[in-house]
């Protein structure tokens, strides 16, 4: 199948997921490691302000947009306060651009948005593949077992269903206060039971045909059944369904972050960034706006991918 024949939204969608997990693979490489500081003198900056790092001798390092030199001392003028330091004390001096400005601890927002990138997309990622394999097991095994298995799978079903998939998820992080790992589990574990009725109705829909009954007839054991049988067969549909679903677990991931729910500050994701530059939307209105774009693109990619994959 060439590049020209698939359907135009799905190529569509593939560029632009491509070109924002190009863009958070390889920003970091290109930029380099993100200066830290720990003052507030380069805080909320506008974008493409060039700011000079200076690393002390005991570890620490500030970040000011003007640093003067005065006799044997530096004199570091922010925003917010001016520090004066002896030339002594001082390491190194480097000198960089903020093309995206700080935050208002003056760390460098283009490089917490390419590394917020990173844990978002591998969150979700990990996430969707959790809900892939338990909604497929669960489903094939709802279809294939028997009346008794499949009405206590099915129930179980329902009533994970009856109940929104986003408050479960904020009542479960707010109890556990998630690290990583169980961030994936909270995302995976609650959002199969959709993905499960689909394998289960398209499992439903081909049992009878003549070679699955033929290889059930000759023996064939349940598991290479399912491998060599089922699955070939209900691939486009859950290929779709894979496609929304992380679209759907990147806007959850977003907004436990957003809400306080999800991982700790010092890990830094979209939702988070969107969550401290509302704060200072007057001051840098581009502190939310751009991981919010960010996070638009990435879900209408996944979106146009889904839609892609049903017209195919």
Same mark, same amino acid.
């Given at each position: ?16 997921? =491509? ?35 200076? #690393? ?20 570091? #003028? ?38 917020? =990138? ?28 028997? $009346? ?72 064939? $054991? ?9 699955? $070939?067969?209900?691939? =486009? ?30 890990? $830094? ?6 969550? #401290? ?36």
């Amino acid at each position: 199948m060439s590049w020209r024949s698939l359907p135009r939204r799905f190529r569509a969608g593939l560029l632009g997921l =491509g070109t924002i997990c190009g863009a958070v693979l390889i920003g970091p490489l290109l930029l380099g490691p993100a200066p830290q500081t720990d003052s507030e003198h380069a805080a909320l900056l506008p974008p493409g302000t060039r700011i000079t790092i200076v #690393e002390m001798n005991d570890g620490r390092h500030l970040a000011a947009p003007r640093v003067l030199e005065k006799g044997d001392n530096l004199i570091l #003028e922010g925003r917010r306060q001016t520090t004066e330091v002896g030339k002594s004390a001082v390491s190194t001096r480097t000198s960089r651009r903020a093309w995206l400005g700080t935050d208002r601890f003056g760390r460098d927002v283009l490089h917490l948005m390419l590394r917020g =990138g990173r844990v978002s997309i591998a969150i979700a990622g990990l996430g969707t593949l959790i809900a892939l394999l338990v909604g497929i097991v669960v489903g094939l095994t709802a279809a294939t077992a028997g $009346p008794l298995i499949d009405g206590i799978l099915m129930r179980t079903v329902d009533a994970f269903l009856a109940f929104p998939a986003l408050l479960l998820l904020i009542l479960a992080a707010s109890v556990l206060r998630p690290g990583p790992t169980t961030l994936v589990l909270l995302l995976g574990l609650t959002s199969w039971m959709g993905l499960t009725r689909l394998v289960r109705g398209q499992v439903l829909s081909i049992r009878e045909r003549q070679f699955v009954l033929a290889a059930r007839v000759a023996g064939t $054991p349940w598991y290479r059944v399912w491998i060599w049988h089922y699955l $070939p067969e209900i691939r =486009g549909p859950v290929a779709q369904d894979v496609a929304l679903r992380l679209g759907d677990l990147i806007l959850a991931e977003a907004t436990l972050s957003y809400l306080g729910l999800g991982l700790p500050p010092t890990t $830094p994701t979209w939702g988070q960034l969107v969550s #401290e530059g509302h704060r200072v939307m007057l001051d840098a209105w581009w502190l939310s706006t751009l991981p919010g774009v960010a996070i638009a693109l990435l879900v209408i990619s996944c979106a146009l991918i889904g839609d892609g994959l049903q017209d195919s």
